[in-house]
């Protein structure tokens, strides 16, 4: 851990759990209204230095639940550069006070952060172009070009679950790739619908897309969204790319139409229960492990350079005007 040079006295004190890369002038800002204790913390060590902390600053690596909270008595916020928030306990932070500061509704700023949008559609054309394989097949120093046969997405039909901020922006980019675009959302994320999209149910969207992609915000409503009835509507032979939460699947059913080819192939960036689960003998993991039709990344959609530090400085922006307005402490 490193402790910064800024801040003395009663200024409030902050503690970033996971500082690796952390954006420089986001830090140098911080501390120049803050006691920045910056560090990378495992869980054990996270429970010790949480102690004086009145502001905890994460990301993915650790689940914030009511052992953190007691093992920060003096906390009363907690930063979290993402949309999706599953790994804090909501109802554990509102019911001490504690105020969650975050990505989450921030729309204006996200429509600037392309990554997981980007990576959706990495994701979608190695699972059709079958790319994670052939490099494989190159590096054991063959030459094959057959058992690498791939399909386009040209004048195939996508399925974009969820219109939101997300949704839209992969629908503009499967669109501007010559895919006719069909969308299954929410009432309030009706407004307004691209030209170049068509509005359908869920079980249309499922039976007639080659490609689905969800963009749905996880919460404990909607866990296993798409669930075995969801499945049983797929087109068969469609493909299927999840980069939002892994607790919107049931994944043992994703798995079996794997297997019965219900599903041709899928991409995932994400697992149900990623801070809890054995990564070494989930099924999913070893299904990968001998088949080229499943392709699993570990929650890196939104974890480039440009996408962490523009969201870095946001955030000290809305921390600064957290601390501002609350005057926790004197001086500050």
Known sequence: ????????????????????????????????????????????????????????????????????????????AIVSPTTGLNHIDLTEAARRQIKVISLKGETEFLNRVRATAEHTLALTLSLLRKIPAANADVR??????EPFRGQELYEKTAGIIGYGRLGRIVAKYLH??????????????????????????????????????????????????????????????????NTSRGELLDERVLLDCLISGQIAGAALDVLADELTVDFSRHPLIEYARNHDNLILTPHIGGNTWESRH????????????????????AGV
């Open 140 to 145: 054991r120093g063959n030459w094959n070009r």
């Open 176 to 241: 501007a790739l010559g895919m006719t675009v069909l969308t299954a959302t929410r009432e309030d994320e009706l407004e307004p619908i691209d030209p170049h999209v068509r509005l359908v149910t869920l079980p249309e969207l499922l039976a007639s897309s080659d490609l689905i992609s969800i963009h749905v915000n996880w919460t404990p409503e909607n866990e296993r969204f798409l669930g075995r009835d969801q499945f049983a509507c797929i087109k068969h032979g469609a493909w299927f790319v």
């Open 1 to 76: 851990a490193q402790v910064s040079r800024a801040g003395i006295g009663d200024m409030i004190s902050v503690l970033i759990a996971e500082s690796d890369d952390f954006s420089a002038s986001a830090l140098r800002r911080l501390e120049s209204h803050a006691r920045v204790l910056a560090a990378d913390l495992q869980r054990e060590t996270l429970l010790r230095a949480v102690a004086d902390a009145e502001v905890l600053w994460v990301r993915l690596r650790n689940r914030i639940d009511a052992e953190v909270f007691d093992a920060g008595p003096r906390l009363r």
């Open 310 to 329: 523009k969201t870095e400085e946001f955030l000290v922006d809305r921390l600064l005007t957290w601390i501002s307005a609350s005057r926790p402490v």
